[in-house]
């Protein structure tokens, strides 16, 4: 037996400060009322951090300082902006293993998939926004483009630093200042860039980041001073936010849940197709809203496919997030945990059959086992339901025009992924198929000029790429 | 092998028809899914158990115009004891030569437990008459090679005549009597990953015990994604017929570093059952040094220069 021996990437070069306050006009602050909250690893349930809990007047105060900073933030020229948030893409280089650190901890992500994917794709999507700056009168969305204003950006537990990133990246291109609520379980790398907000002397004002709960990032999305609205989250938070902004004069973006079909077809690069498929449903455990979730087998290669991914799946080495070798890590908090378990159970008596590998657990901390679900059919309800954790559901079908059918029938629509040798299939079926994104013989591949969004109740608007200036631009 | 799949090498048309109705290997998915598994991080007690492993998993080489009696004197030597200060310390598991050399080596090596692979059939560049092949084969077999390295008709494969690379194959398998026999693809020559799980399934449909990546001779040689292919090629080979085949990359493989690479890519891929000097090899001749530089360093905490370890 080749036993890989511990391999853990140190926690020495991460400094997580016993509490932290709201970053507002440049500097920490203490909240209003003084509450606060608690920040746990969720792998070992070990309390990181105390993290302010901003109430309405903290929401009032980081909405007026970026009130106050958009004015000249706005009329600075675009390479004087361009140097800053290239700036900001520099130090998140330089400090990416502390980054990376702080991620698998806060989030319970392996480091592999923090250090290779979130970090290098965070500074990306700042070099890539950067470049835009001064170049806005090109990008086709009109002879004087300009800023629309204050940004109020709610963003998920998924992709704490990435999905920040996502969002300040355009926003502060195009001239707009920000306030951010990073996640509750997930604030600490957020308030990281807090600190290099500072370290690359952003103008005060420009990025405020406001941390705490539902009512937290409610606050802020009602605040009358705030022109625009940009959240990635559940579909359900979704509809409120939808609901709250109707008949305001606030332009919102919404990137919501998935239900990804992939789709095998006989004649697939069937080796690559089984690691599509585990990097499609459980990379970062599945906390993707783009997630393969749903696997469409044609039924003359079924056996071959799924007898190859249990294979695969028993290769899967789940535990410590920091361990180099880790490829699944922990679920990120006990109530997601609770989710996953109530439909994975919900799975097993409607009468999918159920099948993990065998893998031991770790005693604290939220674990769930890679799990594929066969025998499910369009009306299973984990076929329906974004479950957001390690769960596959496997189906088959007989014809193209059945796959692109079957994929089609769920109310999302954010992406999906096609397998075939063929490359007028790939074509024609991506045609078809009503997602956002679709990838070809590959999945999960991120890209900052890619744009990226949902059709249906996946969400509207487009982050990344050229496209997604527009949601930054009135 | 014959019994289960009888019909497949029976004609030219029947054998094109299998090698094309074989999966399709994606170039991004297969580098990548290489490319991740080198990220994977081994140390401690774990490189130390791999490093033992991949000293007794080396095929010591040498394969120069200059080689002499001296020169593969020396090589046996090291080849039956690596460290001479380390009683310990595994012997490799062969000793890879041209056909001239080997009466030299044989004596030399008789008894060791060290195996003696030739190379054969116009090493490297297999353009000769298959009976040239043939008697060269004979030739170090006789003389006590117990392994042979053939190269495969790369001319004959890339023109798309495969029953005739399969008809050599055949042949030099036959020459080989006892003797093991290697079927060296040439990779970098066959240019795609889909030619390669081609030729890795012509090769063990016509007998291959092993199935080798390179000559050394031509540039790129052994690749962990070329390697991918081929032990996942095995893998389905074996699940199909029952028969268990080696793979050896061989050329360019220099340091500890990427034998443990080459190790968790077997690991990961076809498991256990192949962690062994009977399934997998390292075709190689600078890899020994470093392998045994890093096993000193594991043992005593320190680096010996490489003035300690033996240049032969």
């Known amino acids: ?474 | 092998m014959t019994a289960v799949l009888p019909e497949v090498s029976s004609s030219g048309t029947s054998l094109r028809a299998f090698l094309h109705g074989l999966p399709g290997v994606d170039q991004v998915g297969a580098e990548q899914r290489a490319a991740m598994l080198a990220t994977r991080s081994i140390k401690t007690t774990a490189k130390e158990w791999a490093i033992d492993l991949a000293i007794r998993m080396v095929d010591l080489t040498t394969l120069e115009g200059s080689d002499t009696p001296g020169k593969v004197r020396a090589l046996a030597a090291k080849a039956k004891r690596p460290d001479p200060a380390d009683d310990s310390c595994p012997a490799v598991a062969a000793l890879c030569i041209y056909p001239a050399m080997v009466p030299v080596a044989a004596p030399l090596l008789a008894g060791t437990g060290v195996h003696l692979a030739s190379v054969a059939t116009a090493f490297p560049s297999g353009q000769a008459p298959l009976s040239v092949k043939l008697d060269d084969t004979a030739a170090a077999v006789a003389a006590g090679a117990d392994e042979i390295d053939m190269v495969i008709n790369r001319g004959a494969f890339l023109a798309g005549r495969y029953q005739q690379v399969h008809e050599e194959i055949v042949a030099v398998k036959g020459a080989c009597g006892a003797a093991h026999l290697k079927v060296i693809l040439e990779t970098g020559e066959l240019a795609t990953y889909d030619n390669v799980r081609r030729a890795s399934w012509l090769a063990m449909l016509a007998g291959a015990d092993f199935i080798k990546t390179s000559t050394g001779k031509v540039q790129p040689a052994a690749t962990l994604p070329v390697t991918l292919v081929m032990l996942e090629a095995v893998r389905d080979f074996r699940s199909a017929t029952g028969r268990q085949v080696g793979v050896k990359p061989a050329g360019g493989i220099r340091t500890s570093k990427d034998a443990i690479r080459y190790l968790v890519l077997v690991n990961e891929t076809v498991g256990t059952d192949w962690l062994s000097p009977d399934w997998f090899r390292f075709g190689a001749s600078t890899l020994l040094n470093d392998l045994l530089m890093q096993r000193t360093r594991m043992r005593t905490g320190h680096y010996s220069g490489p003035d300690y370890f033996t240049l032969d």
């Open chain 1, 1 to 474: 037996m080749f036993e890989y021996a511990p391999a853990p990437e140190s926690r020495s070069i991460v400094d997580i400060k016993p509490s932290y306050g709201l970053f507002v006009n440049g500097s920490f602050a203490e909240p209003t009322d003084g509450s606060t909250f608690k920040t746990i690893s969720p792998a070992s349930e070990e309390v990181l951090a105390e993290v302010a809990e901003a109430g309405p007047s903290d929401v009032d105060r980081a909405v007026s300082a970026a009130r106050d900073a958009f004015d000249r933030w706005a009329a600075l020229p675009g390479a004087t902006r361009a140097k800053y948030i290239y700036r900001l893409a520099r130090i998140i280089q330089e400090r990416s293993r502390e980054l990376a650190v702080l991620e698998s901890l806060d989030n319970g992500k392996p480091i592999r998939e923090s250090r290779d994917v979130d970090v290098p794709l965070a500074a990306a999507h700042f070099f890539y926004y950067a470049g835009w700056a001064d170049k806005l009168e090109h990008a086709g969305l009109g002879p004087s483009p300009r800023p629309i204003g204050v940004a109020a950006q709610v963003i998920p537990w998924n992709f704490p630093l990435l999905m920040l990133a996502w969002k300040i990246a355009p926003a502060l291109a195009g001239g707009n200042t920000v306030v951010l609520k990073p996640a509750e379980t997930t604030p600490l790398t957020a308030l990281v860039f807090a600190e290099i907000c500072q370290q690359a002397d952003l103008p005060p004002g420009v990025v405020n980041i406001i941390t705490g709960a539902g009512a937290t990032g409610a606050r802020l999305v009602e605040h009358p001073g705030v022109d625009k609205v940009a959240f990635t989250g559940s579909t359900e938070v979704g509809r409120q936010i939808a609901r709250a902004v109707a008949g305001t004069r606030k332009r919102v973006t919404l990137e919501l849940g998935g239900k990804a079909a992939n789709i095998v077809f006989d004649d697939a690069p069937i080796d690559q197709a089984v690691e599509g498929i585990v990097n499609g449903i459980f990379f970062n455990q599945g906390h993707v809203c783009c997630a393969g979730s749903r696997l469409l087998v044609q039924e003359s290669v079924y056996d071959g496919v799924l007898a190859a991914l249990k294979r695969r799946m028993a290769q899967l080495r789940v535990g410590d997030p920091l361990d180099k070798n880790t490829d699944i890590g922990a679920i990120n908090s006990a109530a997601q945990l609770e989710r996953i378990r109530t439909l994975s159970e919900i799975g097993s008596s409607e009468g999918a059959e159920r099948w993990s590998p065998p893998c031991s657990l770790p005693d604290r901390g939220f674990w769930f086992a890679p799990t594929i679900f066969t025998g499910v059919t369009q009306a299973h309800r984990i076929a329906r339901e974004e479950i957001f954790g390690p769960v596959l559901s496997v189906l088959t079908f007989r014809t193209p025009a059945e796959a692109v059918e079957k994929a089609n029938n769920t109310p999302y629509g954010l992406s999906a992924g096609v397998w075939t040798e063929k490359g007028s299939r790939i074509l024609a079926i991506a045609d078809q198929l009503r997602a956002g994104v679709v990838w070809a013989n590959t999945f999960n591949k991120f890209d900052p000029s890619s744009p990226f969004g949902g059709y249906k109740e996946s969400g509207y608007g487009r982050e990344g790429g050229r496209h997604g200036l527009e949601a930054y631009i009135g």
